[in-house]
């Protein structure tokens, strides 16, 4: 198993600013997602990010916006750039250590509302 | 692509037994697992079935059928404590990540 940890819990912020999310794990993982959920959604992945590597972006999901970070094998940072109130949502990191990666843990989320 | 389709929400009493249903179109079906997520926190992993059949944990069981495309949670002996949003997710042989479904909201009745 692996402990999760993300900050900030929440946040509010204003359209056009950036906001930076970490993830923190208590062991070292090879790879890292990072999904968005509506309350009341579904997960949405948006990027896996790998230690060394450019992260991993799914269709919709582009660099520019959602810049990810990986810098070592149990951190990593997702940024959602310039902000609108459509990003308002729960961004959630996991990591997979078994199954093949069908098997995740999961931080707490970071609930943004975006003004 | 991959989608998953399951029934939005179930109600049941406690004591009861709920299946959800899961019917999945995948390019490179690697897996099926569930995920138990109570409201305002995180998904937590239920179960996976790499092979058809049927797995069981504890009260929670889950079935696959790669034939049909199909897999399904059986919850049993239904507590208060069950009620929260059940996905399932499907994995891709490429590329080591999980596709959701839509999820289905379980609400535990007395």
Request: charged residues 15%.
């Amino acid at each position: 198993s692996a402990v999760i940890s993300q900050k900030p819990s929440r946040d509010i912020c204003q359209r056009g600013t950036s906001l930076t999310i970490q993830c923190q794990v208590d062991s070292q993982v090879t790879m890292m997602f990072w999904y968005r959920q509506q309350p009341g959604q579904s997960l949405t992945l948006i990027a896996t990010a790998n230690q060394g590597s450019e992260a991993t972006y799914e269709s919709g999901f582009v660099i520019d916006k959602f810049p990810i970070s990986r810098p070592n094998l149990t951190f990593s940072t997702l940024t959602v750039s310039n902000m609108s109130p459509e990003d308002s949502s729960i961004y959630l990191c996991s990591v997979g250590i078994a199954r093949s990666y069908n098997e995740q843990f999961f931080g707490p989320g970071t609930r943004l509302t975006v003004l | 692509g991959q989608s998953l389709e399951q029934p939005s929400e179930v109600t049941a009493v406690e004591g009861a037994i709920v299946q959800i249903n899961c019917t999945y179109q995948t390019s490179g079906f690697y897996g099926l697992s569930w995920y138990q997520q109570h409201d305002g926190g995180a998904p937590t992993f239920l179960s996976y079935n790499a092979l058809d059949g049927l797995e069981e944990t504890g009260r929670f069981s889950s079935f696959l059928s790669r034939s049909d495309s199909y897999g399904y949670l059986l919850l049993q002996e239904l507590q208060m404590k069950d009620s929260a949003s059940y996905f399932c997710a499907s994995g891709q042989a490429a590329g080591n990540k999980l596709t959701f479904g839509g999820g289905t909201r379980v609400l535990v009745k007395p």
